[in-house]
């Protein structure tokens, strides 16, 4: 299928390795021009040699402003961006008791107040052509509390509600705004997380962890002409894991 994205320009954020670069791979397949950032340079570099990505550059995004600063950085490499995807690593694991201020902030600031950041200074360029995609990479534990997580479960779940609201106010622009929850991904976050992967697939009704490149596939697909119509949804990608309605 032609998704009739070829040409436009791309910014995936932590599209270096996981989840980013399956987004970041799969939307340079179909001739978009990507720009990736993440804080690791080699990892960038290895990134872009084997997707072909048009920009690379390096970029702390849990620091205040670097939702906004990256945009701007993607719009003066690539001469415009026509689709956003937000994706940020995941805030220390902790029960609640066990969790500073300092942690909160840290949380809001990386996966919450870049997310806005980001989005407002996208937006504005998406509004000048009427056309634009924006993907927030979340988690299930943003419908699903995970043990352990708590500032993610926490933050996450606020998403959900920021990606509907502002939906609606940018649908009459051409902007489609969706989040992506994903479940079990075989990624370097879940080694780090420390989890045992017979325990997890136990529980996931497909009996296996998912693949960054699915991921990427359906994120391709939201970003697409085909799926205009589509918006201020959370879509789960997950093997099944979630058993909510």
């Known amino acids: 299928m032609d998704l ?28 978009v021009d990507v720009a990736i950032c993440s804080r690791n340079q080699q990892n960038l570099e290895k990134a872009k040699s084997q997707i072909g990505a048009k920009a690379i550059f390096d970029i702390d995004l849990s620091t205040p402003g670097s939702g906004r600063e990256a945009v701007k950085k993607a ?21 609640f008791m066990s969790l ?23 937006i504005l360029c998406m509004q000048k052509k ?18 352990g997580l708590t500032v993610s479960n926490g933050l996450r779940a606020g998403l959900l509600g920021l990606t509907n609201t502002v939906s609606q106010e940018v649908a009459s622009s051409g ?8 479940g079990y991904t075989d990624t370097e976050r ?20 998912g693949k960054p490149s699915e991921f ?15 918006t201020g949804q959370a879509i789960a990608v997950d093997g099944g894991y979630l058993r909510g309605i």
């Open 216 to 230: 990427g596939s359906l994120a391709a697909y939201l970003c697409s002409e085909q799926a205009a119509y589509i």
């Open 190 to 209: 879940l080694r780090e997380l420390g989890v045992a992967y017979e325990k997890i697939e136990a529980q996931i009704p497909a009996k296996r962890l």
């Open 130 to 147: 009427q056309w634009g995609r924006i993907l927030l990479v979340t988690s299930a534990a943003a419908k699903e509390p995970i043990a």
């Open 100 to 122: 500073e201020t300092d942690s909160w902030q840290k949380g809001f600031e990386s996966l919450y107040l870049t997310v806005t950041e980001s989005m407002r200074e996208a």
């Open 75 to 95: 719009i003066s490499l690539l001469g415009g961006i026509d689709i956003l995807v937000t994706n940020n690593g995941g805030p220390p694991k902790g029960a």
């Open 175 to 182: 902007i489609t705004i969706n989040a992506l929850l994903p």
């Open 4 to 31: 009739k994205i070829k040409g436009k320009k791309a910014l995936v954020m932590g599209g270096s390795t996981g989840l980013g670069f399956g987004i970041a791979k799969a939307l340079a397949e179909e001739g």
